[in-house]
């Protein structure tokens, strides 16, 4: 060990046996500097659980793509959507997503007011999305293509309600945090939670961009 | 409290470890305008997904190959410009496992598809009909 | 609307003596352990210093603990299986087939989801932080939740014993049969919910120790120097993180076919059942390496340790690790070849898992080198790992066989597949978890466990286990399906037979081992690891003293080179004291413990008897109750508490004189 440090010191390309001297990385956490800070530990194990409900998510598509062409003589993808709705929907989302990313500058900056203030129009348009979807799926059963209809319905229900519940969440998380910012104000951990629901937000605004290219456009146009 | 952030503010901007979703350049204006870019490319790719799902302008059979091309690249747009996931050396746990998740997602997709197409061909009635649309009894 | 749902009297099985006469003697079992506690006064204690407690060795040990109860359990299952095929020849035994189904579900899924992992998880949780020479996990209150998430599935799980009753479909609810249509009982929900509830757990202690591996080392610990525990611990946890979220969403799907009427996995409308073979096994294989893993880290540690050697092949072992990481995610379709994906998938998935055991080789090969020419210690971790070593090549062999699509068309679903299964599972996991305990106890107690009782545990149980299940391939070959509740091809008959006497066998060793745990306790002082390193170790967690300080470490250790403790060893045997220098102490700050994951639990527990019993009142009041706690705990002020350097001080130069003395006196 302590011999090919001498080789690796040379060499910064040097693959394999490297030692302390020799490892390209200095950061914290890569073990040359001790343990990360606080805001990186909190947000990288945010993100590890981003990417299980990456993974949770895929196992719903998966399905929605092995059902739905199994519609039990009940109506296909492209009888049923409304793509009006579909891109108002679209639309509020990534605007939130954008006014979510100006919400965490202004929390960087610690000024409370601009920052509540995006932290509710994210809410407000987050609210609009599951106020919209709400809606579609409350026609969808109302006409009987609920998802006791078919196979195909039970995965479109699922893997899109799934999402909405997220949202849901999201709604829910937002809302405390509000709360929470309010009374106890830019505190470490509560940013730590902020950036968490961050990214927990801008995740959401990824999987829906699967759900309307997938879901919506290809099985409208397919 | 305070000397807490100015000490993760120093790990960014030395280049140290980031977290995801951190701006590296933690400046306002800086952030501000990466946000609005991701927002119009963002926008952009939005409007042609939906343009494209319409037009008669493309080759029929391309249309699903296109709109899953967009979608990646607004995936990627988003990671970039919102979740902030670069490529930088600080960004390595980070990047990994990012590719991991992806990793197992495509297993999850693809080999489900693959092995039910699968299944689904050998359920069919050895006449060789094909099997029926609804799935029913 | 009724009140309460679906629960009524008749959910009390008084005409069936068994699960109700058990039940009875485990409810006045734990009424009298709660009584003992108030009585003695102790309960203050075991409140604020267990149930609260946020320390990452405290909840490896309570993790630990609640696998060892439930192996109690699941083994009273398996014995009354291995009996009733002793005696069904020709007769329906003495268990009528209803709970004869009801027992082998409950046994897999306990062994599996309440043994096997809470096991492997308590002995990362309590053995990573101070291997990587960190003070706690990466969030210490989730862990703490993690625990009694776990727990809580548990609690559901041994509630179906009295009210109600369990599932009767297998350890896995394969669908139609688990559909509504087919299983209108409450037994599936009972499934469903604890898994749901546990995996939510353990999904949160996955990424609490990859965050912790990833980003929380002492300085110097690069990924080529960290001990080959962590990094079977690493990979894991990523992949309970990518399989675990798998089995949520399909047991959600399984869920909403049973309670909304939806059409995953039904017969008809469009239903497709095979979808829940494949996607419950993308979980289910990644599982058998979940548990696989961690367990051949501890070999690693047990091997290296007792042949006074350095594990050979380090690097490879890595690489191996790691293959099976990636590799295990490319394998699942070997689980239903049976089912008719046809030739080309079949021999895809056939390969991969043909391929699966190169890596495994790699490491019998590197523990094999790594007892050659080393000064091996026969002590009883080091005779599990041989035990293992030989059996579970075995297993692996007779998994090769299996792996191969033409053989397991005739093989599958028959004995030899169960005792296949077992031949892996039980030396690969639960060898390792006994050896993992009789190594680690010391450091969690201050006090070895009796190595008499140990070696004779060690015997009964290895010879119950080849009595018990080399006789299964035997049946499997001579054609006997699993899972018969009586039967009347009289040449199983004998065979049945030995595996009954192996089972008791294996009885008298889990005996041994509670006898073990009892006359340890009774002679702990002449026990007593005085100086914190009694088996001669390699790694950062012999530095410490036994048990540890609850900050492990007065200054985080700073690593130089491979086998971190080992190097600052020798130079302290060499000048007969320690080496390092008295370090400057400073105030630390630890997490302040927290009710809140027993909170949260007790919620969940809540939530999931509402769901089970369909009490829709009691599961808003569960999500509200649940809810609140989180805010509760997010309001508050107070993270983390200060140990003051006297303190820190006091115990490490305590330490450090136990240790001096020891070395003066040559027992290092």
Partial sequence: MTATDAHADHDPHHIGHRGAAGYHSMAVGHGEGGPASKRIIVGYGFWIFLLSDFVMFSAFFATYAVLKDRTAGGPGAHQLFNMTDIALETGALLLSSFTCGLMSLEMDRKRLWPTEAWMLVTGLLGFLFVFLEGR??????????????????????????????????????????????????????????????????????????AIFTLVYLIGVHG | MTDHHSEDIAHRVEGGDVAPGDVIHGEFTAGWRTYVLGLAIAIGLTIASFWVAQTHLIYGPAIDMALATLAVAQMGIHLIFFLHITTGPDNTNNVLALAFGILVVFLVIFGSIWIMIHMNQSMMPPTGMPAPQSGGM | MKLLGKLDWSAIPFDQPIPLAAGALVIVVILGVVALIFAKGWAPYIWNEWICSVDHKRIGVMYCSLAMVMLVRGFIDALMMRTQQSVAFHSGGYLPPEHYDQIFSAHGTIMIFFVAMPFVIGLMNFVVPLQLGVRDVAFPTLNSV????????????????????????????????????????????????????????????????????LKMRAPGLSYTRMPIFCWTALASNLMIIAAFPVLTATLAMLLLDRYLGFHFFTNTMGGNQM???????IWGHPEVYILVLPAFGVYSEVVSTFSGKPLFGYRSMIVATMAICIISFLVWLHHFF???????????????????????????FNWLFTMYGGTVRFRVPMLWSIAFM?????????????????????????????????????????FAAFAGYVYWFPKAFGFKLDEGWGKAAFWFWVIGFYLAFMPLYVMGLEGMPRRMQSYDVPQWQPWAHVATV???????????????????????????????DPWDGRTLEWITPSPPPEFNFAVMPNVTGEEAYWGLKEAAREQQRITRPVPEYEDLEMPRNSPTGFVCAFFAVMMGFALIWHIWWLLVLGFIGAYATLVVFAWRDLHERIIPKEEVARIDLENRARRNLALQEGRV
């Fill in chain 1, 136 to 209: 579609e799926f409350a026609h969808l059963v109302s006409i009987g293509d609920g998802p006791q209809r078919s196979g195909f319905l039970t995965a479109f229900f699922t893997l899109v309600g799934c999402h909405g519940m997220h949202v849901s969440i999201g709604l829910l998380w937002l809302g405390t945090m509000m709360a929470q910012v309010y009374f106890k104000g830019f505190r470490q951990d509560i940013q730590f939670r902020v950036l968490c629901f961050s990214l927990f937000w801008h995740a959401l605004d990824i999987i829906w961009v």
């Fill in chain 3, 146 to 213: 993690a625990l009694w998430l776990t727990a809580a599935g548990v609690l559901l799980v041994n509630m179906s014993l009295v009210v109600g009753e369990f599932s009767r479909v297998g350890w896995l609810p394969y669908p139609p049969l688990s559909e509504l249509t087919y299983s209108p009982g409450v037994g599936v929900d009972y499934y469903c919910w604890a898994l749901e509830i546990s995996g939510i757990g353990t999904l949160a202690g996955g990424i609490n120790l990859v965050t912790t591996i």
């Fill in chain 3, 275 to 281: 979808m829940f073979m494949n996607l419950i096994w």
């Fill in chain 3, 338 to 364: 049976t089912m008719g994906p046809g030739g080309d998938v079949n021999g895809v998935f056939g390969i991969a898992s043909m391929i699966i055991a190169v890596p495994t080789g790699v490491k019998i």
């Fill in chain 3, 502 to 532: 192996g089972a008791l066998s294996i009885m008298c060793g889990i005996a041994c081992m509670v006898i073990q745990l009892v006359v340890s306790i009774r002679n702990r002082e002449q026990l007593r690891d005085d100086y914190g």
């Fill in chain 3, 390 to 430: 030989i059996t579970f090549v075995i297993g692996g062999m007779t998994g090769v066989m299996l792996a191969i699509p033409p053989a397991d068309f005739i093989l599958h679903n028959n004995l030899f597949l169960v005792a296949h299964f077992h031949n892996v599972i039980i030396p690969g996991v639960l």
